[in-house]
């Protein structure tokens, strides 16, 4: 898949999820063969007044094009804040146009431009007109079941230049609840002649051909099923290109993903906020390699293999004694796995 000048290895995309994909996991993600990671959404206004938080979360070291993308709701702030994102070295702003939370919308930003088309309009053209770098947007269905706005947000973006449209296959009163629609997105393929992403749901290696094949898009973005599993896009790349791939790699090199991981984010956020940054990524960890090892219909972990190592690891404020914990908790996945 094109975006502009960018040739992606692969058509499939880790998709931008605040306080998740962090760039310890994108590194990751790409390292197991993501097409593309995207930074979490970065406010606009808290980029330009450098605020630490958002200059973490826009971090591109160490991945092969750095993606930013930008939230808000003001043209001009949002045009300043992707012009600072180029100077720092990216090479790709994607504006969120499809946050359904709160704090977001009522800030008439995120997917409440789906209800302000001029002002959502001025955005596009304001960021395109700010940088040389490729533009893209993220989005969803549209606001409500009435009203399929993205067809129309789609074209809008052809129009001013952008270089691909993602869509999240729901409306933003859904949130997250009921099924994302892939069939819904193909109106949207069908209305532009830019490389259009779908999203939602994907969340075996199957998914990855069927959401493709009933969007027509051109290529995937994946959120939750990556959560825990920083190689599943990945290997959905692989299961597109028609290879057949095992969902997960074998425990023990889960286990050393995860390790290396921690030890990632301690040095990303220092040791006190990368001890707590990385309670929830252990927890879906550990969770993950228990699916990944019932799906595989192997002697699964006892129900409470989860809360016992969750309630042993996730309060722990000592690197070391969390980093054995891991390795406890995975060895006693395998010794099982083996029995
Ligand atoms: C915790 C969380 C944080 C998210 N943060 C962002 C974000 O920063 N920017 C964005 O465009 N979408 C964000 N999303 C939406 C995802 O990118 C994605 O569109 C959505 O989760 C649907 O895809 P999935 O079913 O593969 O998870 C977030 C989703 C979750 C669950």
Request: with cysteine.
């Amino acid at each position: 898949m094109q975006i502009g000048a960018h040739a992606l290895p692969n058509p499939v995309i880790l998709a931008p999820m605040a306080g998740i994909t962090d760039a310890p996991v994108r590194r990751m993600a790409v390292r197991y063969g993501a097409g593309l990671v995207i930074s979490e959404m970065v406010a606009s206004e808290a980029l330009l007044e450098g605020h630490p938080e958002m200059l973490l979360r826009a971090e591109g070291e160490g991945v092969p094009l750095h993606a930013v993308q930008i939230a808000g709701n003001d043209p001009r702030l949002m045009a300043e804040a992707a012009r600072i994102a180029e100077a720092a070295g990216a090479g790709l702003i994607d504006i969120n146009m499809g946050c359904p939370a709160k704090r977001v919308t009522t800030g008439a930003a995120g997917a409440a431009l789906l209800r302000d088309l001029p002002l959502a309009r001025a955005i596009l053209e304001a960021v395109r007109g700010a940088v040389g770098v490729p533009v893209t947007v993220k989005t969803r269905l549209g606001w409500d079941e009435r009203a399929s706005t993205a067809v129309e947000l789609a074209r809008m973006a052809q129009a001013c230049g952008l270089a691909m449209v993602t869509v999240h296959g729901r409306t933003r009163c859904q949130f997250y609840t009921g099924r994302a629609d892939w069939a819904a997105i193909r109106a949207v393929k069908q209305a532009v002649s830019l490389p259009v992403v779908a999203n939602g749901d994907v969340v075996s290696t199957a998914d990855g051909p069927a959401i493709l094949a009933a969007s027509g898009a051109d290529g995937v973005m994946i959120g939750r099923g990556a959560q825990g599993r920083p190689w599943f896009p990945g290997r959905v790349a692989q299961a597109i290109a028609g290879h057949r791939v095992a969902e997960n790699p074998p425990l023990g090199e889960q286990r050393d993903v995860l390790l290396e991981l921690y030890d990632g984010w301690l040095g990303f956020y220092g040791t006190a906020l990368g001890v707590r940054q990385a309670r929830k990524h252990v927890g879906w960890a550990l969770a993950a390699a228990v699916a990944g090892q019932s799906a595989g219909g192997r002697q699964g972990a006892p129900d409470d293999f989860i809360a016992r190592w969750r309630s042993r690891l996730l309060v722990k404020e000592d690197p070391a004694t969390v980093r054995a914990g891991i390795a406890d908790a995975f060895d006693e996945l395998m010794w099982r796995a083996a029995a």
